[in-house]
């Protein structure tokens, strides 16, 4: 286990009616002028944002919109918003819906108190200061709830690139009510269960030894995913079910399963050269990745493939050949991707095989594009196989 | 599911080396005179008290102390606390040992700004401010590094109660470096491994249907438990071993395993009489009582007793008659609690089984002393049968 620090301070209120307390928790955490961050149809729909409104409005506090915030969230937003808390005095930033609203907010409140170009800040500079944010979460999915990350990409160049991770990021509070999310089209519900599970499948991979606790962490918290997204597809109105994914999706990625582990991060490395180019849905990306990511590093370390395998899904260990057992585990998580409608494939995805030079290209923009990936360094050769292993059929 | 609200906002340091943090974490959390809280002979062995003396000079902060704390912490000890502190003008505690330290510190700090008898708090009144309190962990076991409990003796009538949940008893840091524990007794290791093993078991055996993500994270962290505290006995300076117990002993009790589920705690309430007249140590006494509370109620869920026979400990199910299934799980948690060294039955532990009456009837002096426990509703017959029971060889 390698040293590390960790705070998650975020205050979670989750069940059924806990958007009731959005006003107060507002008010608890220094709110007194918001900026209510969403994007369109769906919270409108599953009546999230009427929810939050009458919470600020019974609460008596003041607020503005910045509303379109669309799925691969863009910089236009950002400067907008930030634009928009600079004028108005905004002191509080109340995210409505998944991800994209989240990591929209996330970009404008650490934007607000900082001198230069909020960029500069996806660019490799370590945020200081934030407004504070609030969520209100309608999608069980990229766990930006409680995380310290933030994914925004800009206009000019095209560039979907993450934040400096730190902890500034992490919202106050998130309200977490799971019947928002029994509305998602199935689509949307496999797309945010395949994104968590790569959440954990990105510190599982670790080069790390000794590192028991959080494997088992990891380990449950996949069992449970595996399990609740078929329910939650079979029956959308299962409460349980989506209560499962919700707070699973969370405990995905505010790091709990990542303390004291170097983590990988490749798939979503490459994965955002992939939705940049074709917009695709983060989630089905990482789907369509994962398998060929896997197969193409498993010789690393097949013990801990074979462990996953069989940890994770029940496969019998062949002590004599643990690669056996290894491709196994593979072979289930693809099968079980695709049970759930995901893409397994770029060409199931839509991503077309002749743009895979261009997406090793378009990572070159990045500041210290090569190599990533710490359970394997991925180079630009390998990430171009990588990329054409995951066109072939599977 | 049951709906919830979760915050465990403690800073972790995690690690070899992290104690060094300490000065500058008391600064960031606003100490500026503060009150070092401490027992006596192992800190110093350990080189933790002089470890945190140097980090608060070098940081330039003035301390007082507040030394000789015992196992099974006491009121004394608190109220002269709170009158060093009122009279010192401290504003921030620093607890450096085990649960005994920081349960005091929690107490003093929780004391000094409250008007009445600090004893109010821990007979049913919630507290509803806290000095902040830091850690410095040396040994893995109760978890209230990170928990938002505190449990004291009073001298008068010997209670041993537990505060009112709240919040604002969670520390705001806790310094973890495992290398602290290497020195421990064996008697004092597993008694920290029974700890944290009861902690889950608590919020494991529930009523309440629809835990899955909950049940994992138990499932898992008893099985890290399971495994690192029989390496951390056989090698004590095992830093891996030591290290999953200190992270597990966290995680165990800051509530991560509880949420959305009612948690039983009988073990707990009842441990808590023998130690008060017998002066056993917490986690010998748990030992003595859980396979005893397991038998006494397993019938009221069988299959959630075979869970845990399969799931932690591997047992095979039988799927005709679930109930050798679960009775296997407690013969397997009994023998790996005997094979560290744990009582299982009463008289092991050293408490006299005449003593059981006197045991029952202490319970009474309790505000609602009857029942508890939300898995089986124990009545003062029941009690008295448990303990019965735990006073059978076996």
Same mark, same amino acid.
């Given at each position: 286990?390698?040293?590390?620090?960790?705070?998650?301070?975020?205050?979670?209120?989750?069940?059924?009616?806990?958007?009731?307390?959005? *006003?107060?928790?507002?008010? #608890?955490?220094? &709110?007194?002028?918001? +900026? %209510?961050?969403? @994007? !369109? =149809? /769906?919270?409108?729909?599953?009546?999230?944002?009427?929810?939050?409104?009458?919470?600020?409005?019974?609460?008596?506090?003041?607020?503005?919109?910045?509303?379109?915030?669309?799925?691969?969230?863009?910089?236009?937003?950002?400067?907008? *918003?930030?634009?928009?808390? #600079?004028?108005? &005095?905004?002191?509080? +930033? %109340?995210?409505? @819906? !998944? =991800? /994209?609203?989240?990591?929209?907010?996330?970009?404008?409140?650490?934007?607000?108190?900082?001198?230069?170009?909020?960029?500069?800040?996806?660019?490799?500079?370590?945020?200081?200061?934030?407004?504070?944010?609030?969520?209100?979460?309608?999608?069980?999915?990229?766990?930006?709830?409680?995380?310290?990350?933030?994914?925004?990409?800009?206009?000019? =160049?095209?560039?979907?690139?993450?934040?400096?991770?730190?902890?500034?990021?992490?919202?106050?509070?998130?309200?977490?009510?799971?019947?928002?999310?029994?509305?998602?089209?199935?689509?949307?519900?496999?797309?945010?269960?395949?994104?968590?599970?790569?959440?954990?499948?990105?510190?599982?991979?670790?080069?790390?030894?000794?590192?028991?606790?959080?494997?088992?962490?990891?380990?449950?918290?996949?069992?449970?995913?595996?399990?609740?997204?078929?329910?939650?597809?079979?029956?959308?109105?299962?409460?349980?079910?989506?209560?499962?994914?919700?707070?699973?999706?969370?405990?995905?990625?505010?790091?709990?399963?990542?303390?004291?582990?170097?983590?990988?991060?490749?798939?979503?490395?490459?994965?955002?050269?992939?939705?940049?180019?074709?917009?695709?849905?983060?989630?089905?990306?990482?789907?369509?990745?994962?398998?060929?990511?896997?197969?193409?590093?498993?010789?690393?370390?097949?013990?801990?493939?074979?462990?996953?395998?069989?940890?994770?899904?029940?496969?019998?260990?062949?002590?004599?050949?643990?690669?056996?057992?290894?491709?196994?585990?593979?072979?289930?998580?693809?099968?079980?991707?695709?049970?759930?409608?995901?893409?397994?494939?770029?060409?199931?995805?839509?991503?077309?095989?002749?743009?895979?030079?261009?997406?090793?290209?378009?990572?070159?923009?990045?500041?210290?594009?090569?190599?990533?990936?710490?359970?394997?360094?991925?180079?630009?050769?390998?990430?171009?196989?990588?990329?054409?292993?995951?066109?072939?059929?599977?």
């Amino acid at each position: 286990m390698e040293n590390f620090t960790f705070c998650s301070p975020t205050y979670f209120a989750f069940g059924d009616g806990q958007e009731r307390q959005t *006003g107060a928790l507002v008010r #608890r955490f220094g &709110g007194t002028r918001v +900026l %209510l961050v969403y @994007g !369109g =149809g /769906s919270v409108r729909r599953n009546g999230a944002y009427d929810d939050a409104v009458s919470a600020l409005r019974q609460a008596d506090i003041p607020f503005w919109e910045l509303s379109g915030v669309q799925p691969n969230p863009r910089s236009g937003k950002v400067y907008e *918003g930030i634009d928009l808390c #600079r004028r108005e &005095g905004v002191d509080f +930033l %109340l995210a409505v @819906g !998944g =991800g /994209s609203a989240i990591d929209t907010a996330k970009a404008i409140a650490v934007g607000v108190p900082y001198d230069g170009d909020f960029w500069d800040l996806y660019s490799g500079r370590a945020a200081e200061k934030s407004l504070p944010v609030g969520v209100v979460l309608t999608l069980a999915a990229t766990g930006s709830e409680a995380s310290d990350s933030s994914v925004i990409t800009h206009e000019e =160049g095209n560039r979907k690139w993450g934040n400096t991770k730190s902890d500034v990021y992490r919202p106050v509070f998130a309200v977490m009510n799971p019947h928002y999310t029994c509305t998602l089209p199935p689509y949307q519900t496999a797309c945010g269960a395949a994104d968590m599970l790569s959440h954990i499948l990105e510190r599982y991979f670790t080069p790390t030894d000794h590192v028991d606790v959080t494997d088992r962490l990891c380990e449950g918290l996949m069992q449970s995913i595996l399990a609740a997204a078929p329910q939650a597809l079979a029956h959308p109105d299962d409460y349980h079910a989506r209560a499962e994914l919700m707070w699973a999706g969370m405990l995905a990625h505010n790091n709990l399963c990542g303390v004291g582990r170097k983590q990988d991060w490749a798939c979503h490395q490459m994965e955002h050269e992939l939705s940049a180019l074709c917009g695709c849905a983060h989630g089905a990306g990482l789907a369509a990745l994962t398998p060929a990511w896997m197969t193409y590093v498993m010789d690393r370390d097949v013990t801990r493939f074979a462990q996953f395998a069989v940890r994770v899904f029940g496969c019998p260990m062949d002590f004599r050949h643990p690669e056996v057992t290894a491709r196994e585990g593979i072979a289930r998580l693809t099968a079980w991707l695709r049970s759930i409608g995901m893409p397994v494939t770029l060409g199931e995805l839509g991503f077309p095989a002749e743009d895979i030079p261009a997406a090793v290209a378009h990572r070159r923009l990045k500041p210290n594009p090569f190599p990533f990936g710490t359970f394997a360094a991925i180079g630009p050769e390998d990430m171009e196989a990588i990329l054409r292993l995951a066109a072939e059929p599977r």
